[in-house]
């Protein structure tokens, strides 16, 4: 991969910033100035790799992850904006969209939100398909394990952000909405009874033996948090530590794969089949459509910096107390995020003349990580921007990038967690020796002793932009602390999102309901 890091030169380059804000409004807020220098993941021409999509006559229900995985207005969304590591700020008129996200990241969640019924749709659509594969026939047992462990990824996603849902596993005959345990039960079973038939290679973007336990492995870690009853009060549900953790060794004693030496090639928009990857979106430009960051998250003159065919959306970025918890020498800031003062391809200085009279950054571009506040006039060009999935030079609004769902570091720190929680003891051998295999790519020193809380913290680095930051912070209790401009709560029941409204309202039959509590 290559990085662009240049300092800015004399000759300026001039953009203007097309925004729907009234562009003369004062900020209210700080702002706080800092010399950054130029941080610019993965900027580099790299000619477009297409994995080879098996012809197994399964790509109908395969396609449907990539629905919402990396993009705006669905599960990307809804997992990533309410958490410590990502937010959309209102800058004047941009992005206040009736308060939808403002509300999402202060967990004013409200069943009306596009977003919700965005991924519940998206993940429903994944469901459909399956069981319209499943009713066809003729599919063997290989066929049919596969279909089955994704219909019961689909039913994970469902189960960890709504909770009660319901169980379709025929085309046109309805379910009963459930609680989340007997959803838990059922995604668990569809996966174990299917694992004998998955073989160990099915192609690429494709399940297997592995990346079913690598799911399970995941889905014990979060067992004592699936199997609480409503509201959901933490400590009231089943542990399953030493079933993920065996999952966890399935993974890792195949030999089948490892860590990537380089960090950031393992997000990179050629990384195909990368050493690293158990599960995956497999993204591409022109076949695989659906993954938007360049455009979510960079200001609107960096379609400079990049060559972009189209002009980005400025809207999200992280938070600077996230940004800050790296190590400057940590190799995952440098790959995750994209800040500092900006240039365009020749090195030039790119301007946005409708900059924010307040910020003491002028015309320039430069991604501060400090944010001046979150409402009413966030800064335009405040926050760091998500550049873990870099950007290729000239793409358009499709990126080409695979997205990972499960990697071998999953792997590890879901073994790491496990075993510190079965035997009470954040700083067990098993535990350092993992976490600090983790840290040593990363280019940061080990861990002589550990808490519950760095382990959090390190999750949140390593797995930054991710979307797995919510179901963290929910298995570590710490959904309801306050951050930044969001308020600390003890609403458990907020530890699922609202069943989205237009769902309830179109089963007239009244057989989908709203949690108590919303």
Not at 2 to 17: C, D, E, S
Not at 459 to 464: I, N
Request: net charge negative.
């Amino acid at each position: 991969m290559k990085y662009l890091n240049r300092i800015l030169l004399v000759a300026l380059t001039v953009f203007v910033g097309v925004a729907c804000s009234d562009l003369d409004e004062n900020l209210r807020g700080d702002f706080t100035e800092e010399d950054l220098t130029p941080n610019n993941p993965g900027l580099g021409a790299t000619p477009n790799v297409n994995g080879t999509i098996p012809n197994d006559g399964l790509s109908a229900a395969y396609a449907q992850v990539l629905n919402g995985t990396a993009n705006h207005g669905g599960y990307f969304s809804i997992t990533e904006i309410p958490t410590d590591e990502a937010v959309i700020t209102q800058k004047g008129g941009d992005w206040f969209d009736g308060g939808i996200w403002l509300n999402m990241h202060r967990h004013d969640f409200r069943p009306t939100n596009p977003g919700l019924n965005g991924a519940w749709t998206q993940n429903y659509g994944g469901v459909t398909e399956v069981n319209s594969l499943l009713a066809g026939g003729g599919l063997n047992a290989n066929q049919t394990a596969q279909l089955r462990v994704l219909r019961a990824f689909f039913y994970w996603r469902l189960m960890d952000t709504f909770g009660r849902v319901k169980i379709v596993t025929t085309p046109g005959v309805d379910a009963p909405q459930v609680d989340r345990p007997a959803v838990y039960d059922f995604v668990v079973r569809e996966i174990t009874e299917s694992i004998p038939d998955l073989g160990t290679n099915n192609g690429y973007s494709r399940l297997n033996e592995y990346s079913a336990y690598a799911m399970l492995a995941k889905i014990y870690l979060n067992a004592e948090v699936y199997t609480r009853p409503y509201p959901y009060t933490p400590g009231t549900g089943t542990p399953a530590w030493q079933e993920a953790i065996d999952a966890a060794d399935m993974v890792i004693n195949s030999g089948q794969y490892d860590l990537d030496s380089d960090f950031a090639a393992v997000f990179a928009p050629d990384n195909v089949d990368n050493v690293e990857h158990i599960f995956i979106a497999p993204y591409d430009e022109v076949t695989g459509s659906g993954m938007n960051f360049a455009q979510m998250t960079l200001h609107y003159p960096s379609q400079l910096t990049f060559d972009l065919q189209n002009q980005p959306w400025n809207g999200y970025s992280t938070l600077e107390e996230f940004y800050n918890s790296f190590d400057a020498n940590d190799v995952r800031r440098e790959a995750s995020f994209i800040a500092g003062p900006q240039t365009d391809l020749n090195g030039n200085p790119i301007l946005d003349v409708a900059f924010d009279k307040a910020d003491p950054d002028g015309a320039p571009i430069n991604y501060t990580p400090a944010i001046n506040e979150l409402a009413p006039n966030g800064s335009r060009q405040a926050g760091a921007r998500l550049g873990k999935f870099s950007f290729k030079i000239g793409q358009g609004n499709e990126m080409d990038n695979d997205y990972t769902i499960l990697r071998y570091a999953d792997v590890l720190m879901a073994k790491a967690e496990a075993v510190a929680r079965r035997d009470a003891n954040w700083s067990n051998a098993t535990t350092l020796g993992l976490v600090n295999q983790i840290r040593a790519r990363a280019g940061v020193s080990n861990f002589s002793s550990l808490t519950a809380d760095q382990f959090l913290a390190e999750l949140g680095r390593e797995f930054f932009q991710e979307s797995k930051r919510r179901t963290d912070l929910i298995r570590f209790d710490a959904w309801g602390d306050a951050w930044w401009e969001k308020d600390g709560h003890n609403d458990s029941y907020k530890n699922v999102m609202p069943i989205p409204l237009d769902q309830i309202n179109a089963t007239q039959d009244g057989s989908l309901t709203q949690h108590a509590d919303y």
